[in-house]
Structures are given as structure tokens and as C-alpha cells.
């Protein structure tokens, strides 16, 4: 870190105003320790005895990496799933969960994993089932979030690959042997 850098940020946490914008909530801290929330607007603090804190609170798209599992009758299936989050809780979000975005986005990989392990190919047979499948995962993805402040309002797959077996007769001197292919 350079030296210009080292008194900017000194400057910024000794300076005695701290601002909250139209899209965000402060959390005004006594000795560290939260008070309450604050809306829009410039803050005066004591440098090292008070902060306010600026926390987003617009929806925020939330993406997980690529999984593959197996689903409950076997059907093995690859995807990415996504969800629309919000902090509806700033203070829960900030003190009771460290780094409440990653930890957003594990258990929207983990509770999708394992949801998605309890179905059978039957229940992505049709539009209908797909989407009672996807608001029955976000009422169960909010069951854990929202114990740290963060409403998912909506589930989705960005890929969706069920590697389904196929068979198909090769003709030839094999006699008309099957092929699997996935």
C-alpha cells in the first residue's frame, strides 16, 4: 500500500460524517456495537466511539457455480442455479453471519443440491411442476436466510441438463449391438 492511499484511508474513518444513500440503510454503532438503522442522509459520528454503517438494501442477483448430483430415481442432472436477494434486515445481515452475500450464495447451492436430490425426473415434467419445484425451493431457501436478514423472492437455473440415458441401434457387422450415450 502506498502512502497516499494509507492517509485517504485514514482521512475517510477520521472524518466526522458519514453518508447514507437513497439505496441503502445505516447501522448507527455505539463502541461497536449496533443501535439501530438509519435511513437516507449525511451522519455526524465520533471517529472511534460511533460509525454508521452503509448496507444495500435493493434486490440483488445471486448466482451459484455449476453442481452435478443425481437425482432421487437416479437421473444424473448438471445446473447453475440463480435467485433475486434482498437485505431486509441489515442488522441481522451484518452481526449475525459473516459475509451475509457469500454465505447467501452457499445456501442457495446447498439447499437447491439437496432439494433437488429429493425429486424424481417426474417432477420437471411439465411447466406446472417445474414452477411449483422453483417457489417451493425459494419458501425453503427463505426459511434459511431470512434467519440472517436476506428474502430471496425469486429461484431460477440458468443451465438446466438432465444426462439422460439414450440408446440407439448401431447396424454393422455387430449384429445390431446396442450403444449407450449420455
Avoid: C
Avoid at 447467501?104 to 414452477?131: I, P
Amino acid at each position: 500500500m502506498n502512502f497516499i492511499q494509507l492517509i485517504v484511508d485514514f482521512l475517510k474513518e477520521a472524518w466526522p460524517l458519514r453518508h447514507v444513500q437513497g439505496w441503502e440503510q445505516g447501522i448507527f454503532t455505539l463502541l461497536n456495537k449496533p443501535r439501530r438503522v438509519l435511513g437516507t442522509g449525511v451522519w455526524p459520528v465520533i471517529p472511534l466511539l460511533m460509525d454508521v454503517r452503509a448496507v444495500s438494501v435493493v434486490p440483488a442477483v445471486v448466482r451459484g457455480g455449476r453442481q452435478d448430483i443425481t437425482l432421487a430415481d437416479g437421473t444424473p442432472v448438471s445446473f447453475r442455479v440463480t435467485a433475486e436477494v434482498q437485505v431486509v434486515d441489515v442488522i441481522k445481515a451484518v452481526y449475525d453471519v459473516d459475509q451475509y452475500t457469500e454465505t447467501t450464495q452457499e445456501m442457495l447451492e446447498v439447499v437447491t443440491a439437496q432439494s433437488l436430490g429429493e425429486e424424481d425426473l417426474e417432477s420437471f415434467s411439465t411447466a406446472r411442476k417445474r414452477s411449483g419445484f422453483l417457489r417451493r425451493l425459494a419458501t425453503t431457501l427463505n426459511a434459511e436466510t431470512l434467519r440472517f436478514g436476506v428474502q430471496v423472492h425469486s429461484v431460477g437455473f440458468r443451465d438446466f441438463t438432465l444426462k439422460l440415458k439414450t440408446y440407439r441401434l448401431l447396424s454393422g457387422d455387430d449384429g445390431g449391438a446396442m450403444s449407450e450415450t449420455w
